[in-house]
């Protein structure tokens, strides 16, 4: 756990010489080369790139769903290198994961799918969580879409339901990777916007992959990926 | 926390109920499966039962009977001086010569032949614990006089119908004609598709003796004065008679006519077939709908694990739903089991009940049955790797 220390603020991720390789023997191959990378509380960080570059894999070892192989990755003051697979469930807990499709569950309507997510959170009573899903629905302007399933949304709205899903376990770090990717211009540019306005009220930092050029304006931050390596320049010149 | 129940959204019941049509299908074969083993497990019991119904009513508390028979099918004769030597025993109170075989009855309506089970004994003597008899076995005193078992087969004839309609029925047993005087409860079993109860007297002729006499039995039945103990009695008896006849407790008579039929023949092993095939043929179908489920939701699992949720909520999620569909499956296969049941005991005159011990084993199968499958379609879960979903 980390140390009660005021000043100054702990960073939320903290990425030192962070290697990783995908296959085995002979078909292994580095993906990602001597990466280094913190992302400050409140920070709404985007990450681009070409397809293939590693984005995405950076992003999944951040959110503790796949073990990391070689250097330091620290998350929420939790050490991921070696980490048991309790570490890992607590670390994911405390973040939400907003994805390419919205994954929402199919059998699930809007609130319960939110309330999945609210579940996991210790200490409130079922009315609570279900509430809290309510709430966070209304936030994003679904209040006449509760007890809908997915089926009967729009990809639009699905998207912002996952957005509301991602919120509802009080994270401190939102992953998003390429959440506009299945939707079309405008809706897109609609979704990122409640994306940002949700992490700023909700006080949550964002990193967030994308390489969809209409909507880097609303980072704080732009980081650069090619070939498995961040172009440090970029993240040492913030836009 | 891990231990504290939490309300939380029923999620095993949301996936199932997701697809009407599947949970149906589901629900159907579970069923089924039940149905398969009631009737099967049902049969058997019944028939196991039924095996011993007579005996079970022998007024004895030690059953003399001869070392080569093994079962009612085979009762062989013995010296009636055997009873007669056990009867000298201090701790005997009374003793029953009984004749047993089968004998070719003759359809009074049709003249078809048919074998039925005889048993032939003094009308003094109570020999079964059935107040019909009791009251009836007066008539028997009289020569070629029988009661008839209103249980057996209708291919013995409409025996019943003509005596309640006061009509005299005779019918000819052996080739002789005899009287029915009355009739009595027993019920069918394996061996027997119909009972006649007679004089040993009228049964030694039946079986050629022109004077009615016979010094061979087939069973002899022995009460003991009140506290005596029939396991010491009969062990005594075992010892000190020859090797020609057994002494055996009513209970151990009992369990021995069971035991053939379990063991010595392939009756108990092709209902547990049947019954076997029921569980499988139900595993599978609950395997399948589970392994699909599995299979249609794996992003989603996928998912949950990223959100947090462990490989163990997952499998939570999984058993829950096999126990569902055991439960929700469990009630159609009761009904249709009590229903079989009905109807086979109105065309079989077998005992075959839904007992509490029946009800309660097909559950716990079916419940092991839904567990099992829902097991095996587990092992897709480790394949929800959180990282595969983006």
């Given at each position: ?239 | ?53 007579i ?9 003399v009977v001869s070392?080569?028979s093994?079962?009612s099918?085979?009762m062989e004769p013995f010296p009636q001086?055997?009873l ?12 029953a010569p009984v004749r047993w075989s089968l004998l ?12 039925i089970q005889a048993v032939g004994f003094d009308p003094?003597d109570?020999i ?12 028997l ?5 029988v ?26 047993v052996q ?20 009972h006649l109860l007679t004089s040993n007297h009228t049964f030694n002729q039946l079986v050629g003796s022109?004077?009615g006499s016979s010094t061979s039995i087939e069973l002899g039945l ?169």
């Amino acid at each position: 756990m980390a140390t009660l220390q005021p000043t100054p603020p702990q960073p939320l991720v903290r990425i030192a010489e962070l290697n990783h390789w995908f296959g085995r023997g002979d078909q292994r191959r580095q993906v990602l080369h001597n990466l280094h990378l913190t992302l400050n509380p409140g920070e709404m960080v985007l990450l681009s790139g070409p397809s293939g570059c590693g984005k995405t894999t950076l992003l999944t070892l951040i959110g503790a769903l796949r073990t990391v192989q070689d250097g330091s990755l620290e998350v929420l003051g939790e050490q991921l290198l070696k980490a048991r697979k309790s570490v890992q469930r607590r670390v994911r807990r405390q973040m939400g994961i907003i994805f390419q499709s919205h994954n929402l569950l199919r059998c699930l309507t809007a609130t319960q799918n939110v309330q999945m997510a609210a579940d996991l959170v210790p200490g409130l009573s079922f009315d609570q969580r279900r509430q809290h899903a309510i709430d966070l629905l209304s936030e994003i302007g679904l209040e006449d879409h509760h007890g809908k399933h997915p089926s009967a949304l729009s990809g639009g709205q699905c998207q912002r339901v996952a957005i509301a899903r991602a919120l509802a376990g009080n994270p401190k770090v939102l992953l998003a990777d390429e959440p506009t990717a299945a939707l079309d211009r405008r809706t897109g540019r609609e979704v990122v916007e409640l994306l940002k306005r949700m992490a700023t009220q909700h006080h949550c930092a964002v990193l967030m992959v994308t390489h969809d050029p209409r909507i880097l304006d609303v980072a704080d931050r732009l980081l650069q990926m090619e070939d498995g390596r961040l172009s440090t320049a970029q993240e040492l010149a913030p836009l | 926390m891990r231990f504290v129940w939490r309300r939380r959204i029923p999620l095993a019941w949301c996936l199932l109920t997701r697809q009407p049509g599947r949970l149906v299908v589901a629900l159907a074969g579970i069923c089924f499966a039940g149905m398969l083993m009631f009737l099967q497990l049902g049969f058997r019991d019944a028939l196991f039962d039924a095996s011993i119904t007579i005996y079970r009513l022998f007024n004895a508390d030690v059953v003399v009977v001869s070392s080569t028979s093994s079962s009612s099918v085979s009762m062989e004769p013995f010296p009636q001086r055997r009873l007669f030597q056990a009867a000298s025993w201090p701790e005997v109170e009374s003793i029953a010569p009984v004749r047993w075989s089968l004998l070719v009855w003759k359809n009074p309506e049709t003249g078809s032949p048919r074998a039925i089970q005889a048993v032939g004994f003094d009308p003094n003597d109570d020999i079964l614990n059935l107040k019909s008899l009791t009251e009836q076995k007066k008539g028997l005193q009289l020569d070629q006089r029988v009661l008839y078992d209103r249980l057996s087969r209708p291919e013995f004839g409409p025996v019943e119908d003509w005596f309640n309609a006061g009509r005299t029925v005779t019918a000819e047993v052996q080739n002789t004609q005899v009287w029915v005087e009355g009739l009595v409860e027993l019920g069918v079993s394996f061996g027997a598709d119909g009972h006649l109860l007679t004089s040993n007297h009228t049964f030694n002729q039946l079986v050629g003796s022109s004077d009615g006499s016979s010094t061979s039995i087939e069973l002899g039945l022995i009460r003991l004065v009140p506290g005596a103990d029939p396991d010491a009695v009969a062990a005594a008896l075992n010892k000190a008679l020859p090797d020609d006849v057994q002494v055996l407790t009513k209970q151990e008579f009992l369990d021995s006519e069971q035991d053939y039929w379990r063991e010595a023949t392939s009756i108990g092993f092709i209902f547990n077939l049947g019954a076997a095939m029921g569980l499988v043929v139900g595993a599978v179908v609950v395997y399948q709908i589970l392994f699909s489920d599995v299979v249609d939701h794996l992003p989603e699992y996928a998912t949950l694990k990223a959100m947090g949720y462990s490989s163990m909520d997952l499998v939570m999620v999984i058993l829950q739903e096999s126990l569902l569909l055991a439960g929700f499956g469990y009630i159609p296969a009761f009904l249709a089991g009590k229903g079989i049941y009905g109807l086979a005991r109105g065309a079989t005159n077998l005992p075959i009940v839904m007992s509490s011990q029946m009800a309660i084993f097909v559950f716990v199968m079916i419940f092991v049955m839904c567990i099992i499958s829902g097991l095996l379609a587990m092992g897709k879960i480790r394949d929800a790797d959180p990282a595969e979903v983006f």
